[in-house]
Structure formats: C-alpha cells, structure tokens
C-alpha cells in the first residue's frame, strides 16, 4: 500500500499510533499543522482554521485524507469559549479540507473523518445503538452532529467518505485509563457515580487499523462505530483495571455530585455512558484483536 495519506490532528494519541501503523505499510505520511516548522518525523505543511487557510502544495500527490483534528472535549472545563472552540475545531477544519479540495485538482480517492459515540447522548442506558440510532439533544451531540454535517459536504465533491464514532480509547500512552488507572494504582480504585453507566471502549490498535480498513476497502463508506463488541460498565473497566494491575478494588462509588463540584459539565462525560453497537464494521470484514477488554488491559497496563 504505497499511497499518499494526509493526517490532521497526527500528533495526538490517535495519531501518533496511525502513523507509525501506515509508515510500517509503506505509506508515505504528511501532517496539517499549526507550526509544521515543529514536527520533524513527519513531512508537515501549515493550515490556519480560524483564517481558513492551508498551503495550497499539501494535496499535491495526496491519495487519503485522515481527518483527527478537533480541541480536547476533556482537556479543560467547559466554558462558553472552550466550547466554541470544541465546536469550530472540527467544523472549521473540516470547512477548510472542504474547500481545499473543491479549489483545486487533486487525486484524493477517499476522506476518512473521526466522529464520537458522543453522538448518541449523554444517557443512553443499556439501549445498544446503531449507526442509524437518533442523535442526543445535549452539547457533545450537538457538535458531533454538527460535524458530521461537514463532514458530508464532502462526499458531495464525488470523494468517498468514512466517518468513524469513536468511544474510549484504551491507551497506555494517555488518554482516559491513564485517568482510571491514577487512583487504583494508589489503591484508591472506585467506581464513578453509580457505577454502572457502560462504557463503550476500544483498544488504540484496533481503532487504528480500523481507520486503515476504512481506507484500504472502497465498501467502506458512511457513519461506523468505532468501539469493541463487548462494552462494560463503569464499575466493570474499574474493577479489572485493578484486578490487572494486581491493586485492592473495595471502596465506596465516587458520589456524582462530587464529580459534578469538580468537573462542572464535563461531569456528564463519565457519569452518563452508552451502549454501542460494533455490528456494522464487523459484517463489513472487520476483525477486532482485543474482542474483550480483560486482554486489551492485560495486552496495555502490564508492559
């Protein structure tokens, strides 16, 4: 596979993991940035959201876009402007790529964009949800469904689009058990509010190659969850971490009003939970490596 493919938000922790899995299968990567000046591995050109501008020699060759780029939804409290800023991060660089590829010849066969399970709402309860489920009516649906819309703009330039609704991402490089993980290797593991809101997880590997599938397969095409078969609840990834990682798992629930002092908003983010559905990316040839999550702990927490 010696294809062209264009990354934005490649320096993350998605990203990151992306481009070392394509660079192995021969790809040959570029990144969007900010400072491209900043990132020595990885050949980068510049591109300004907010002025809507991007160097017009970034698509040349290109045979793949990888769209990661968006703010943090859990980096900072949400206030009015971080919100915005949530929000225009996705929309406004979507709009930008749109715009690129409309102005200008190009050979892009396929444009790979992130999405989040965040789409389906805070709460959803033990419903599963499919890609067809109705979307919520709270701020991360909001956005989600907001960029979405973008995102379609699109396939409308005869470009395929994948988009893929991504849950937790278990890493041991970051991200959210890295946050799990801090009070039960202090032995201080306890499940958040009532414990048992499920959570919708996928290994980094597996979301990874998952993106590459999306590229490789021209059937791939639309909305897809990006989360593992079996999702646990709260109560279940914290007791296993902890079982893992060989720590005592026996205090109280952290009360949700606790949660709700410390984190405003955001709190909503780990006390509501969803139950999503992998189904579609499995019948579409699809094969998770870690299927359940006890591996996929064993596989990131004791290296």
Not at 51 to 74: F, P, S
Request: proline letters at 3%; glycine letters at 10%; a neutral charge.
């Amino acid at each position: 596979m010696s294809k062209i493919v264009l990354v934005t938000g490649g320096t993350g922790l998605v990203g990151t993991r992306l481009t070392s899995l394509l660079i192995e299968k021969g790809c040959q990567v570029r990144y969007l940035s900010r400072n491209p000046g900043k990132v020595s591995e990885v050949e980068s050109f510049s591109w300004d959201i907010d002025r809507q501008t991007i160097d017009e020699k970034a698509l040349d060759g290109v045979d793949y876009i990888i769209h990661l780029a968006g703010a943090g939804v859990a980096d900072k409290k949400w206030t009015t402007q971080r919100k915005k800023e949530i929000l225009q991060s996705r929309t406004k660089s979507t709009e930008v790529l749109r715009s690129a590829l409309a102005n200008k010849d190009h050979q892009v066969k396929a444009f790979i964009s992130a999405s989040a399970v965040g789409y389906y709402g805070w709460d959803t309860g033990g419903v599963w949800k499919k890609e067809d489920s109705r979307f919520g009516d709270d701020f991360l649906a909001t956005v989600t469904k907001s960029w979405e819309a973008e995102v379609d703009q699109v396939e409308k330039l005869g470009i395929r689009v994948a988009m893929l609704r991504i849950g937790i991402v278990l890493s041991d490089k970051g991200g959210a058990l890295k946050e799990l993980t801090k009070p039960i290797k202090w032995g201080a593991g306890a499940a958040l509010g009532k414990g048992d809101q499920y959570m919708s997880w996928i290994h980094l590997d597996d979301l990874c190659k998952m993106f590459i599938h999306a590229l490789e397969n021209d059937t791939i095409q639309g909305i897809y969850n990006a989360v593992a078969p079996n999702p646990v609840t709260n109560k279940e990834l914290s007791k296993l971490s902890a079982k893992v990682l060989g720590k005592p798992f026996f205090l109280p629930n952290v009360p949700g009003f606790v949660l709700k002092l410390a984190l405003g908003e955001m709190a909503s983010m780990v006390l509501g939970g969803n139950r999503v559905s992998s189904e579609k990316i499995q019948n579409d040839g699809f094969t998770f490596t870690y299927p359940e999550v006890e591996p996929a702990l064993n596989d990131l927490l004791t290296k």
